[in-house]
């Protein structure tokens, strides 16, 4: 299952993860969801294959720890997403459309 495009309607931000919404639910460790709102990652979907950390012209993504998730341990966190040119290379690249980037969001973020 992909990233739910219209997550800013159908989810409430419930945290602040280094300087980024958080959309839920989140119910750890099985649930971690969406992280980032200009750059959004469903950390529910999210495999870990590393793609967007490797492929990103301008570093937006970092790793971060999920212990016990079923998925993966480890999720592409969107930790600059304030940087993010709209390239969407990360959107292409992702093998599970994990990740979606909307220039729209950047001024509403």
Known sequence: ????????????????????????????????????????????????????????????????DTPDHPESEIKADPAREDACIDCMLCVDICPVDAIDVDASRADRA
């Open 1 to 64: 299952m992909a990233i739910d495009p219209n997550f800013e309607r159908n989810r409430e931000v419930v945290e602040n993860h280094d300087g980024h919404d958080v959309w839920g639910p989140v119910d750890r460790p099985e649930t971690e969801g969406v992280h980032g709102t200009h750059v959004a990652v469903d950390f529910d979907v999210c495999i870990a294959d590393g793609a967007c950390l490797e492929d990103c012209p301008v570093d937006v993504f970092e790793w971060v």
